[in-house]
Each structure stands twice: as C-alpha cells, then as structure tokens.
C-alpha cells in the first residue's frame, strides 16, 4: 500500500490512539497507526498503567456485559455495588472543584458503560480489581472507591489485546515513525510528516487523530507550564510524552485548553529512575500513606492522609511532596497497619527503612531532622482519637483532634514496633493541559472557536477534563470514550458516510 492510500493516519500507539483506529475503521476507514516508540517500547503510558477503568453501572447485570465471565462464586462471594453516573459526575464534579467542562463530562461520564460494552465487542477482556479495590469483609468481598474492572493482564494486556485486535481488522501500525509536523492549508489538515527510517516524508489521508499523550516528559515544558522545580519530577511512564501532538496542534492555530499548569503526580519511590521502568510498571508508586503519615525533611506532616479515599486524593499529592524541602517525604508506619500495604510496598526496589523503636526509626530517615520528627509523631499519637473504631473500608471519621494539620480518617498512633517507613519523591502521570475539542465530534478547535477540517484528537491531549486533581482509572476510560468518538468521526468524515 503506497504512503498516500490511508484514509485516517492515527498518531500514537496507546490506548487513545487504538480506540481511535478501531472506531474509524468501523467506518470502513483504511488506518495507519505511527507510533514513535520502537516496538519493544510501544505502548506509551498505557502500556505502564495497572490498566484500572472507571465507569458507571448500576449493578452486577451491567457488569455480567461486560465480565460475561464471572463466575457464580465470584458473583456469590461479592459486594460489587453501584457506581451510578450520578456519582461519577459528582466524583469528577468535586475531585476538579467544578472545573471540568461540563459537555466534555458529560460524554465521558454518559459514554462509559457503552463504551465499555464496545470494547468488549471488540474482544477486550476485563476482570475485578479484587487485590486493590476490595476489602474482605466477613468473608465477602466489598469494592470501594467506584473502581471495579481492569484490563486482564493490567497495562501490558490492554496493550497486547488492543494491539493484537487492530492487527486483525487490518489497522497497520508503524513503529520507530515519529510525526514532525501536520500538513495543513487554509484550516484544512491534509496528513503529517513523518521521520521514518532516517527520512522525513509526507503521507496524507484525509483525516488525521493525535493521540500523542502529554507533555510531562518534556522537562523543558513542565518547567515553562507546571512551574518552577517540575523538571526535578520524575516521570512515573514512557519517556516519549513530550508534548508533540500539541505543539503540532498550536503551530496550526488549534486552541489550548485545560488546566496548563495542572497535572496528575503522586508520591513515588525516592530512587526511581528518570523514567518509567516496565520491569517495575507502577510498582515505584506508594499509595498507602491513608493508614500511615507522612512527614517531611522538617520533621513535619504537610497533608492530611486520610481525607478521602486514596483513589481521590493520590493524583494530588505528589505536588505537595515536591513542594517540600528537598522535594521528598517519608511514609511511616506500625505493626498495626503494615499487613494492610499494598503489594507495591514490596518489590526489591524499594527505598525502605526498618526499626523497632521510634526513636531508633528517625534517626533512620535519610534527610530528615530527627528530633522534630520524634517529637512531632509523638504529638500525632497523642491527637488521635483513640475511642473510634478503625475501619479501612469506610470513612472511618477515626481522626485526629487540635493537629495544625489534621488527618480526617483511619488515624492510628504509631507506636507499635517493628516500625517501617518508605521515601517517597514527586512521580508525574501526565500533565492536564492540551488542546480544544468539539465534545460532540472529537474535532480539535482553533482559538476562533472554529472545528479544524480534517484534525482530531484524543487522549492525554484533550484539554478541559481534569483540574487540579482527577479519580483514578479515568484516564483509560477517557481514552476510550475520546478515541472512539475521534476515530468515528475521522472514519465518517474520510470515507464520507
Ligand atoms: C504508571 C502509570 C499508571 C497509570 N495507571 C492508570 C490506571 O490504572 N488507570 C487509568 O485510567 N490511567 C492510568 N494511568 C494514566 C494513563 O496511562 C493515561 O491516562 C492513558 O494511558 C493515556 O493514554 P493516551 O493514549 O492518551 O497516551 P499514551 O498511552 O501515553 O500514548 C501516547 C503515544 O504517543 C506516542 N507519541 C508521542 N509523540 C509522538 C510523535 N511525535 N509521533 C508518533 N507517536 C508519538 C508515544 O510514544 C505513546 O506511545 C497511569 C499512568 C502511569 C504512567
């Protein structure tokens, strides 16, 4: 097939990108994926996510369309529970303090459960997220946090099962093809240029779908647009993300969108590397502080752990460790708690100390003042109050009382040895800003509000979803929902249906 056959190109190779691709070619589009990553580094994020999905249902009769496969035990032995679009709206309402476009939120949110249904169509498997988003409770499982599903095999399988899938419906996809540039004239995008195999060529279709990711692999950007000490980040994915889909898209005119100086962060081992690491995945997060506290080179807490859920306040608080001295954090915690760690808490590569008193534990934590911090966990303990029952599957309103900072829930003195404790840096996930859609069509917009023929785009890159913060698992979801409606109408506009 020469270059200039394509009817739809699709930039990037994530999970964005194969939504788009699958969808146009539901339209009878012939699709070429160019992804710039070599084969054996494909995948972007999504390749690096657990592959967690957030979306509405009403029940286990929604989620049996979905996992046709759940067994009568598992359906037996769980508490699956609602998660209405009523309480994702107000998830996403609350956790983007009512900054989230509201059309953009509203496909996503309205969109969620079809296009989960979609995916299965297409032969995409999901499964309960049994070790992460449930809890035992009389010997039955109860999910919490509105997270039910991910993708079997987490990240690497969506990639595999997507991959595998578009292949079968006759997508090509390319690798170790970067694209430069669009080609464009009078608002009309024509096809892109790509450097491939040492060459920059030209290849036109008449639609194309960015769905390149963010820019926070680009230090340069985070450092212009996130701030100040966001170079000093380290990036929790792929190296690829540099923002080059939405540089491609403002050359030509497109209209920034979203929360530019925003992004989704988390506490992330403190040794990790500049990069994501697939032998690790997302195994260098920690994101079990909710049963413990963290405390800074003062010695100090900064945040309240326990304020919500983790699904809910993880996204934001790798800001605030950046924010600190030094830009790191130690979690501590007891013997109390140290059973309830996530598995993450235990692979090799981990920043860890242990002891078996207290004041053994400070003079332990690289970097921190060890008299503040002793005398500042005893003042916590001595805040906690003691006469409400712990409980980690609900709000437990066990917090503390008179702290300058307070912990709202789950509070436990830490006072029972062996002590453990886990240094923690700023991780980032993706940044928030990108470009304009038409949340009806996918279209991305130029600043005179007007849709640009021919250019679309999903994704990372879709700015105006999230602010300041963002509940877990909706990146994927919002991938899908925005990649599919892309690529519909990139595949209608190009084969004219
Ligand atoms: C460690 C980690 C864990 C996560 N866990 C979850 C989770 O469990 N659930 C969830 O919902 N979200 C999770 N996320 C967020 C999620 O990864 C993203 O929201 C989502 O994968 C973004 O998909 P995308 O298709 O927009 O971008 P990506 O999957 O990043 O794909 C972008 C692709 O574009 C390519 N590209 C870039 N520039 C060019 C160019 N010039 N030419 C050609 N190709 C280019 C890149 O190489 C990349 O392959 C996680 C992220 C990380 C890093």
């Not at 690096?48 to 759940?70: C, H, K, Q």
């Amino acid at each position: 097939m020469s270059q200039s056959e394509f009817d739809v190109i699709v930039v990037g190779a994530g999970n964005a990108a194969f939504c788009a691709a699958l969808a146009a070619q539901e339209q009878g589009a012939k699709v070429v994926v160019l992804e710039r990553a070599p084969e054996e580094e494909n995948g972007g994020n999504s390749r690096f996510t657990a592959g967690a999905i957030r979306f509405a249902y009403r029940g286990i009769d929604d989620l049996r369309e979905v996992v046709p496969d759940l067994t009568p035990e598992e359906i037996a032995n769980t508490d699956f529970g609602t998660y209405t679009e009523d309480q994702f709206f107000e998830d996403m309402f609350r956790v983007t303090r009512y900054r989230t476009d509201p059309a953009l939120c509203e496909r996503l949110v309205k969109s969620s459960f079809s296009t989960m249904k979609w995916l299965r169509g297409k032969g995409v498997r999901f499964v309960p997220i049994y070790g992460r988003q449930a809890f035992k409770i009389d010997g039955k499982f109860k999910f919490w946090g509105g997270l039910t599903l991910e993708f079997v095999g987490g990240g690497p399988g969506l990639l595999d099962q997507e991959t595998t899938i578009a292949r079968k419906n006759g997508i090509q996809i390319r690798y170790n093809a970067r694209v430069t540039s669009l080609i464009h004239k009078d608002g009309v995008v024509s096809g892109v240029k790509v450097f491939e195999n040492g060459a920059t060529s030209e290849m036109h279709a008449k639609a194309v779908v960015l769905a390149t990711g963010g820019f926070e692999s680009n230090p340069e950007w985070r450092t212009k647009y996130l701030g100040p000490g966001w170079e000093l980040a380290k990036v929790r994915g792929t190296r690829f993300n540099t923002g080059e889909g939405i540089r491609m898209g403002l050359e030509i005119g497109a209209s920034a969108y979203g929360n530019w100086s925003g992004c989704h962060a988390v506490g992330w081992d403190y040794n990790a590397p500049e990069f994501g690491d697939l032998s690790v995945g997302d195994n260098f997060q920690k994101h079990s502080y909710p049963w413990g506290i963290m405390i800074n080179a003062q010695g100090k807490r900064f945040v309240d752990e326990g304020a919500d859920f983790r699904n809910y306040t993880y996204a934001k608080y790798g800001r605030r460790i950046l924010e600190q001295p030094d830009q790191f954090a130690w979690q501590i915690f007891d013997k109390k708690v140290i059973h309830l760690l996530r598995d993450e808490y235990r692979i090799k590569r981990v920043s860890k100390v242990s002891a078996n008193t207290l004041e053994e534990l400070v003079t332990k934590l690289e970097g921190v003042d060890p008299a503040a911090a002793l005398a500042h966990i005893k003042a916590y303990n001595a805040a906690v109050k003691k006469d409400v029952p712990f409980n980690p599957n609900v709000k437990d309103g066990r917090g503390t009382d008179g702290l300058e900072v307070p912990k709202s829930n789950w509070a436990n003195t830490i006072d029972e040895a062996p002590f453990e404790a886990y240094q923690v840096g700023c991780g980032i996930t993706f940044t928030f800003g990108g470009l304009r859609i038409d949340p009806e069509t996918g279209q991305v917009m130029n600043s005179d509000m007007q849709p640009i023929t021919g250019l679309y785009t999903a994704g990372e890159m879709v700015g105006g979803l999230f602010y300041f913060n963002y509940p877990g698992g909706t990146g994927l979801m919002s991938g899908c929902v925005f990649g599919r409606l892309a690529g519909d109408n990139a595949g209608k506009a190009a084969t004219g249906k």
